[in-house]
């Protein structure tokens, strides 16, 4: 028997059509999804229905509200299928992926998030191999993550991120290896997959402003710091410091600034601008200051997992000390 695998259409590049205004998202993705697969090909794929969104998102208008939406329709329909795919933006597809794996831990289902830098209507398009591929992967192997598939690569959702704008190859995951590749044949590394555990589903409520990020550069002034943390809705900072987690501690101003937000309740999570490479706080005196100000060492997280780790931790109810315990320890292989 065909495993049934449950496609939800929430917008992206891959189902727009050209407009005067450049390309935007439209109805009718599987009526066009058809029209693209031969019925010979057709057979060879797993069992699926198509889920479309009544409003589509443009991924750039993504809020942390979306990732509720799709995590509700995910779980509402967990029992009537054996996998899922999620049609996504590109733009922000890395920060629903790993937002997914937060509010959806322990799962025993593969879901894939997939999309494409053409889309489907055109006549040279990424969309119809990244989508076909996608749908084999949820319906021939046993993937119980949350992953992103594009271009031959199969990545841990919460270790990817959007690497170029144009290129086919656009995602990667660069502090971890990939989970699987395909080419001629597809390989898939089950050595690297998560082991299936109890669901732990948990859905909360994000406040969009809840979070915010500083990436640091040369003569920051304190004024930014104290510019973001103004409203008493901002219950997290990521730092996006240097190299190992450094930060200019000869900026007095700025390092009080930091303490002060911290002191108050605010979570401190420091990640490093590189792209590869992990925080180590204590290796520098200029980065060992956030120890002594209450900075949580965000380990080899990137950027997207660490926003949408501290949103689901925050809106989880957790208090500052509680939510700094769990930014320090991976819950779903988001760290290393």
């Not at 779980?75 to 597809?93: A, E, R």
């Not at 980065?287 to 997992?305: F, H, K, M, Y």
Request: with cysteine; hydrophobic share 40%.
């Amino acid at each position: 028997m065909k495993r049934r695998i449950l496609i939800l259409y929430t917008g992206g590049t891959i189902g727009m059509q050209p407009s005067e205004q450049g390309y935007v998202p439209v109805t009718g993705f599987h009526e066009l999804l058809q029209q693209q697969l031969h019925s010979k090909t057709s057979q060879q794929l797993p069992e699926f229905e198509l889920l479309e969104l009544d409003q589509l998102i443009d991924s750039a208008n993504l809020v942390p509200q979306h990732w509720l939406q799709i995590a509700g329709l995910l779980q509402q329909h967990w029992q009537q299928y054996d996998g899922f795919i999620v049609l996504h933006g590109t733009d922000t597809m890395a920060y629903t992926a790993s937002a997914l794996s937060f509010m959806l831990q322990g799962l025993d289902k593969p879901v894939i998030l997939t999309g494409s830098q053409i889309p489907l209507v055109e006549l040279r398009n990424d969309a119809l191999d990244n989508l076909i591929t996608a749908l084999l992967l949820a319906g021939n192997y046993q993937i119980p993550e949350v992953c992103i598939y594009f271009n031959g690569r199969l990545l841990r959702g919460n270790r990817s991120t959007k690497l170029k704008s144009t290129g086919f190859d656009a995602f990667d995951s660069p502090n971890f290896p990939w989970l699987g590749q395909v080419g001629i044949h597809i390989e898939l590394h089950g050595n690297l997959l998560l082991e299936p555990g109890l669901r732990q589903f948990l859905l909360p409520a994000f406040d969009a402003e809840a979070v915010v990020m500083l990436q640091l550069y040369p003569g920051i002034p304190a004024r930014v710091v104290d510019a973001l943390l103004d409203s008493p809705k901002v219950k997290g900072l990521i730092l996006q410091s240097y190299g190992v987690g450094n930060v200019p501690d000869a900026n007095e101003a700025l390092v009080d600034s930091l303490a002060k937000a911290s002191d108050r309740g605010v979570v401190v999570l420091n990640i490093t601008q590189c792209l590869q490479g992990r925080v180590s706080q204590g290796a520098y005196a200029t980065g060992s200051v956030l120890n002594r100000i209450g900075v949580v060492a965000g380990q080899d997280l990137t950027p997207e997992a660490a926003f949408a780790k501290l949103h689901f931790l925050l809106a989880s109810g957790l208090t500052p000390e509680q939510v700094r315990e769990q930014l320090a320890q991976p819950l779903c292989g988001e760290s290393s």
